[in-house]
């Protein structure tokens, strides 16, 4: 299998970043963010010994939903993460701290 990817000169790159108007830089942000996130999700199931099927099994969700919401195929409801979480001991509420 053959692959097309297009390799960008870091400086190019660099210039594409800085031509953003200020939605796509929030846009691009919230990308950064939500790889960052799911990256530490999947660490954190890991650090647990827990594979895929092991936390579906305490979530109710399928092992292909757990793989979907870490691979970011899929876009998973608000539900469904907060089980991911939840099957972590994770509270959602503790994430965000209102000042």
Do not use: C, H, W
């Not at 594409?16 to 963010?33: R, T, V, Y």
């Not at 092992?63 to 089980?83: A, F, G």
Request: hydrophobic fraction near 35%; aromatic fraction near 6%.
């Amino acid at each position: 299998m053959e692959n097309n990817y297009e390799l960008l000169d870091l400086e190019e790159l660099k210039f594409e970043i800085e031509s953003l108007d200020s939605k796509e830089e929030m846009l691009f942000e919230a990308k950064k963010i939500e790889r960052e996130f799911i990256s530490n999700l999947v660490n954190l199931r890991k650090s647990q010994g827990l594979t895929q099927t092991q936390l579906a099994e305490k979530t109710g969700l399928t092992q292909q939903v757990i793989s979907n919401i870490e691979k970011m195929d899929r876009k998973p409801t608000l539900t469904n993460l907060i089980r991911y979480l939840l099957g972590l001991g994770v509270n959602i509420n503790n994430l965000i701290s209102i000042q």
